[in-house]
């Protein structure tokens, strides 16, 4: 197919993608190329802003080791990570089998008079039970015991976890 102008295009991506095997493969690839092709026309990217996103992307792949993963950081800055996890995990941060006490955590933030903090981000992490955060501990699925929450019109977040281990900190 010659394609002659932009609203050719969108549809011309879409038809290739039919030869997906995979029916999730083939409908995450589809959204994805319908709503790229969208934020572009609604933002009206020009060639230099398409470079310089090209090279950000270029160089979070080259920033990132075996250990140290710049293109999930990005996703972090996002609010990729934390969309994905509160979709599939609700208010839990546990993303792996993890033995302990369960932890029902609840708080609320508020400003120097009292008053409620609304839609405050809230990032928490913390240690398994053995004491290990999970880039430590090879047993633990990848962001386990780690969430972003935001606080409502009441300033209160919430969330479950496990009952992290003590942890003593050398002051010698």
Known sequence: MIIQ???????AVLAETERAGDPRVK????ALVR???????????SEREFDTALTIVTR????????????????GSLGLST?????NNGESIVRS??????????GRIVDTEGNAVAGAEVDIW????????????PEQAEWNLRGKFFSDEEGVFAFRSIRPS???ISTR
């Open 35 to 45: 709503h790229l092709h969208e934020f572009t026309r609604e933002v009206r990217l």
């Open 126 to 137: 913390h240690a398994s039970p053995a004491g290990l955060y999970e880039n430590q501990d």
């Open 5 to 11: 102008d932009e609203t050719q295009l969108t549809a």
């Open 27 to 30: 409908e995450i690839t589809q």
């Open 83 to 87: 969309l994905v996890s509160l979709m």
């Open 97 to 106: 089998p993890t033995e302990g006490p369960p932890l029902f955590f609840t």
């Open 166 to 168: 003590d942890r003593h």
């Open 60 to 75: 979070l792949g080259q920033l990132t080791t075996a250990s140290h993963n710049e293109v999930r950081l990005m996703a």
